[in-house]
């Protein structure tokens, strides 16, 4: 490339192409870690660049791993949470979970943990004092919105990115915002379809305004509005279910995009990850509910594709030096074996 630009700067006009072969262009892996056990799961810290891939000294599997601090804390198959210490890579504290435990959320500032459980409740584990906070206990919200609701389960917490103070649990029927300053659920979110339209609801990608509490976007990878009836409906794609959905951004923080795993059809050719660019987010003061709702379909869709036969169970963001890269980590099935 600096030979290139020199010969540009004196004058050359020579077409440089001609000499460029096929192979000097050849994609491969960045690094490849071999580790003599199951990988059940990952977990990456981009302060202080630490992977962690644990082994278990008993028969059990990892169900997810959090960095926090100098702490890193894990949940298994068994419901025990643990607490390891970074400086001796030894266990300091943990216990099994009461009730069962659907997942766990942390955030690097805090020193607590949410966990979530088979009921539908949320408890709060203390990580310095190494025990479940006395006092703090949600209900299952949605089952108290909806008491005729049948097996309402937690299927993932997050902590809101901009506002710590506000956790959004996602249950099966609808998600929720709970507030942790007022003590109370400020919205309730359901996807509900129109009787016209096909019951299917797999794999789409539902957009609201969590001010508001409108639907801005129901799309799929393919299809845009698909809450909406048209003149041309047709049935529904199959599709895979959604494996993981994270939404990244550049160096502008307003700057986003997803990263999503699974959706795709299962007959498509072109398997693997899907990133939708969706850009800069629009001012919320001064744009319509038009410019908010095709904010959401995207900029472009690029389709980052895999070796034939490989599903994502689980992938990791790596923060690149340049926001135009998108660097990730996968654990594939075939990891597993």
Not at 45 to 52: F, G, H, I, N, R
Not at 129 to 153: I, M, T
Not at 192 to 197: I, R, S, T
Not at 254 to 282: H, V
């Amino acid at each position: 490339m600096a030979g290139f630009l020199r010969s540009k700067q004196t004058g050359m006009q020579k077409d440089l192409s001609a000499s460029i072969a096929s192979t000097d262009f050849n994609p491969d892996d960045l690094a490849r870690y071999g580790i003599n056990s199951q990988i059940s799961c990952l977990a990456y810290d981009p302060v202080q660049s630490l992977l962690a891939t644990l082994e278990p000294a008993k028969p059990t599997s990892f169900r997810s791993l959090h960095f926090t601090g100098n702490k890193l804390v894990s949940l298994d198959s068994r419901n025990d949470l643990t607490i390891w210490d970074l400086d001796s890579a030894k266990r300091t504290g943990g216990g099994m979970v009461p009730g069962g435990a659907v997942c766990i959320t942390t955030d690097p500032m805090l020193d607590w943990a949410m966990l979530a459980l088979t009921s539908g409740e949320i408890l709060a584990f203390d990580l310095d004092r190494e025990r479940v906070a006395k006092g703090f206990r949600l209900p299952n919200f949605w089952k108290e919105k909806d008491p005729h609701a049948r097996q309402v389960q937690i299927v993932d917490v997050s902590f809101h990115p901009k506002d710590i103070g506000k956790l959004l649990i996602s249950y099966t029927h609808g998600a929720v915002i709970y507030s942790i300053k007022q003590a109370q659920a400020q919205h309730f979110f359901e996807y509900k379809l129109p009787p016209a339209l096909p019951a299917e609801r797999r794999s789409r990608l539902v957009f609201w305004d969590t001010k508001e509490g409108k639907l801005l976007m129901a799309r799929t990878l393919m299809d845009m509005r698909v809450d909406q009836p048209s003149r041309h409906q047709v049935a529904p794609r199959m599709v895979t279910p959604f494996t993981k959905i994270s939404w990244c951004c550049k160096e502008n923080a307003d700057d986003t995009g997803l990263l999503i795993a699974g959706g795709q059809a299962p007959e498509d050719p072109s398997q693997g990850l899907t990133f939708i660019e969706l850009g800069p987010t629009p001012i919320y003061a001064t744009s319509s509910w038009q410019i908010l709702s095709e904010h959401f379909a995207g900029k472009r869709q690029i389709c980052l594709p895999l070796p034939p036969g490989v599903q994502v169970d689980d992938y990791q963001l790596i923060p690149a030096p340049r926001p135009i890269l998108v660097e990730h980590m996968i654990l594939s099935p075939s990891s597993r074996s």
